[in-house]
């Protein structure tokens, strides 16, 4: 049986994503030209808590999107006809945009390439910015978030769990052993 370690409460998520936020109005010099874009699922709920967190701070609306890697997985070479697709929305243009790509645990990195990918394939932003809750590390391509929660060593064996509740709002973040 796994056994769980709260990494963060509802109250260090909750500074975390406030902390996140802050940084990126600090680095992009506020949100002009800014758009949040989150992978689905985690991602995307985290996204939306960003943009709203942001949104308080600045006191305009930051644009949220969300983007599905399915297809654009390394993994699933001729298995691709037999996973769930979900639905990219990105109800803006990425063309010129600074893009804040929004996940939840940052792992191998081969996640956010495929992101990249399909952030791409919508046009060509001015740049990609990476913010996870989680950083984990065991890259196997060479990615780095711009905006870390919290950085979490971990073995490979281990597992990293963000727990949402029933309005996706992330309540705690869990080690699994």
Known sequence: MAENTVILDGTGVKRALTRIAHEVLEKNKGVEGLVLVGIRTGGVHLAHDLGSRLSEIEGVEVPV???DITMYRDDIKGHAEHLPVGKTELPFSVEGKKV????DVLFTGRTIRAAMDAIIDQG?????QLAVLVDRGHRD??????FVGRNVPTSRS???????????KPTEVLLQK
Not at 100 to 103: A, G, P, R, S, T
Not at 158 to 168: A, L, P, Q, S, T
């Open 65 to 67: 999107g969300a983007v």
């Open 100 to 103: 804040v790509l929004v996940d």
């Open 141 to 146: 391509l060479p990615i780095r978030a711009d």
């Open 124 to 128: 060509r932003p001015s740049c990609i």
């Open 158 to 168: 281990e597992n990293i769990m963000v727990v949402f509740d029933g309005d996706n």
